[in-house]
Structures are given as C-alpha cells and as structure tokens.
C-alpha cells in the first residue's frame, strides 16, 4: 500500500514540503496485475468540482454517477444567453434577452495563466482567449471625494507615481535615507525614481504625456494637446485613486488573463461531454447521505420522485451551505466543520447595449472601470469588439452591496445600476440601453453563495472531517482549497478526492 501511495504521490517525502507532488492522472492501466478493479462513485454536485471528479475517474474506468440539483450542470460556472432564465430565492423570475452571439458569465469570468484551468482548457478543446482585467484606458471614479468626472487610470497612475516618485526622491536628496541607504545607492534610487515618475531635470514632476491627451498626437503639424488641469500633489491623494493599483499585483488577478471563447461555461459543457450525458442526472437533489461502511447510499428526489443510488465511495462536491442541510450520518465534526464555513454574496448585472458606445465615445476596449459606488466594478466585455452591439457588467458587487441589490426588482436594479454608470459615463449608459439580466448568487437556489468564508484556512484543526474521508465519503470544492472562489481550487481539489479514491481501491 505504501509503494501504491508513492507512486501516485500520497506517502510523504523529504522534499514534500519544498515540491507539491504533481497530479498524477489515472489510467485503466493502474489495475493490471493488481486483482482490483474500478469501483463504483456517486457523486454529488455537478459544478466544476464534481463533473473534474467524474472525468479524471471515469480515465481509470470508474462507474461515476453524477447528482445534479439543477437543471444544468457547472454550478456557479454560469453563461446566461438570450433565453435563459432564472428564478431567484425571493421569487424574481427573469428570461435573458440577449442578442444572440452575446453572453454575461453571471460566475467566473477571467482565469489566471498559473491556474490548471487552463490546462483542462487545452486538454478538452475549449478554445480560449485574453481577458482584459486592467486597461489604462478604463475609467476610475471616486465621487466621495468631490469627483465629478471619471479619470483614466493612465492619468490617475501618471500622477500618483509621478508626486510619490518626487517625494521620495526629495526626501532621499534631503538625507532621510543615509542611515537606510549608502550614498551610491540613493543615487541609483533617484535615478528609478526620476524614471518611474516621469520627473523633470529638477526632480519634480510636471505632468506629460504619460496623462494622455485632449487632442492625440496626429500628421505633422498636430502635436496633439496634453491633457490640461494637472492637480497638485495634495489633490491626487485626496481623490483617493491611488487605492485600484494594486490589484493587478495580486497573485491571482495579474495580466495577461484569459477566458474561454464564447463564454465560461464551454468549460462545465466539454467535461459534460467527456463524463458521457448518462452518466449526469439533473433536477436530482440530495436527499440523504448515508455511509454504511462498506459503501454509500444516496437518496435524491427527481420530478417528484424519491430515488436511492448505492455506490461503493461517495464525493460530495456541494457547496458546504447546502451540504450541511442534508442528512447523514457522517458525524457531528463533518457537521460542525461544514457549518463554520459561511456562505458569501456576489452579484453581476449584464446591461445589453444597441451600440457599443464605450468603444465609439470612449475608447475604451475591455478591461474594468472601479468606482466608490454600490456597483463598485464596471466591466467592458473582452469580446466582440466592433461589432454592433454588447453587453457591459454594470455591476460586480459583494456583501451588503450585492445584497441590497437583491432585495429590488429586477428593473430597480437595473435603475439604480444605471444611474450610477450615468455619473460616469454620461446619457447613452441610459438611451443605448435594450435590456438587462442580474444575477445574485446568495438567493440562487441550490447554491444560496457566490463563494464561502473558511476561518483559519482550510487545513485549520476543525476542517480535518472535510480534509479526510469519513467512512467511504469523500469531500471536495474550491471551499476547501486555497483558492477559494476560483475554479482552479475546485479542480485541485477533485483532484485530490479522485486520488484519494483511487489509492484505496487499488490497497483495499
Ligand atoms: N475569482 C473571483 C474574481 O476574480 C473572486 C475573487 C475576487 C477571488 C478577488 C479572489 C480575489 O472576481
């Protein structure tokens, strides 16, 4: 069992700490000579880290049988289109009405290049493309302090980096850095500083093209017009911009991002086709868990009907929220670590326009406008660029923002998103407008979060029950990975059940 473990990565090692052992994909080939063979998995759930279950077991074999309460799989992996509907939690019914060819993805939208979500990508055929995630073109807008038009973040980053860069260069002149810094480097310093922000000969900043133009550079005889109003130091700390640039230093949010071609959900549609259609049930939600030791039952109801499924393992790939509701008889540390695991709000308005306007007007081509407003992130779509119309998110909000907006209509969230991008965007954020589509993952049935609070990280002591299997029932999510709110942690995480399952079949 040992050697077993080894060789799909499980014993420990001396370099275990510094090197993560690679998944190893399982093959039909691991049972030859062995005398064992591929069991039989129920899995529960059908998002990403359920259908990865499914797929990287059904390589060896498995008989995997996929539960699904939804009437379509991928879980919060969610393309709406033209047609689609929904019904939230308090009742709000919607019918997307999108021009056909244009999607929102109500869920995960850009995807990191470090991410094994790519790699599922090229494994199953999903053609993939880049996702704008900052464009210095975008607008930033903070009207708490005083703004009353956006900035462009390329104005914005001119003059925070130019008077951080004339500050520090000053005060390094002065001496505040000889007891931190030899003579030599100082001057090294001073030279990145008058570099980094643009500083004139005196080491002082004085705006220039790096803010952008009224009139841009054109022929001979048109120079262009650099943007007038350069604000004094003072004025740019104020306005607050300073506090978006770090984002995009963020691990998990840097450029060049991406995101597949024709929406997210080719992503839950490819490993559908990869798991075989009948091997998913859909409108089948749990009823009840029950380890017998020697395998698992699983009741589910489906068009009003109770249904029972025995396996020989269980992965329960379900939101924690949810699991926690369903009856089992796992244990009370399955039960209490899944309740200390609390559900997150996040929501998204896609708002179809009859013109592209943001890219005729503005020119701006994909990428995010932040603001201090309750919509707090205001994305341009990354496709269909030039095309005749498309569709903006007028809102990514979390928490209590998301959540007020839950609580209106439909149309008044529509409303009041819009009236927020008018401040910014002026009257065709209202006049273009043809129609709107909002999606709150908190009042969306069956998932009831957009993503989920593990205090402590989750391998804290008290998540040990989710971390290991209890009897034959495996646990596996982005909830219980690092990267949570990711699909990477979903991936990742199946991963690890199906090895898991797979080592004890082949040493049972
Ligand atoms: N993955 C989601 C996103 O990129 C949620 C998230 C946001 C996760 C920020 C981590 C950091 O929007």
Redesign the pocket.
Known sequence: MFATMGALGLAPTAQAAQHEEPFRALRASDFTLTGRSAAKVVVLGGGIAGLTTAYELGKAGYDCMVLEARDRTGGRNFTVRGGDSTTDLYGNRQTARFAEGHYMNAG???IPQWMVTLDYCRELGVPVEVFTNVNADAYLFNESAGMTKPVRYRTAKADVYGYVSELLAKATNKGALDKELTADDQERLVDFLQDWGALGDKLTYEGGERRGYSAVPAAAGTPGVLLGDLPTASQVFASGVGRYFSFEF?F??AMLMFQPVGGMDQIPRALTRAVGAHRIRTGAAVGKITDKGSGVTVTYTQGGRTKVVEADYCVAAMPPNILAKIPHNLGSGVQSALEAITPSS?AKIGLEYRSRWWELDHNIYGGITETDQDVVHIWHPSYGFHGERGIMIGY?NYGDDADSYAKLAPKEREKRAVAAGVKIYGEKYRTELVSSFSHHWRQTPHLEA??HDTPGGPDAPRYKPLNEPSGRVHFAGDWLSYT???QHGAFTSARKAVTAVHTRVLSD
Do not use: K, L
Request: aromatic share 24%; glycine share 8%; net charge negative.
């Open positions: 995960p939208a850009r963020g998990d949010q996040a990514y957009a993503w949570d709110a990711w």
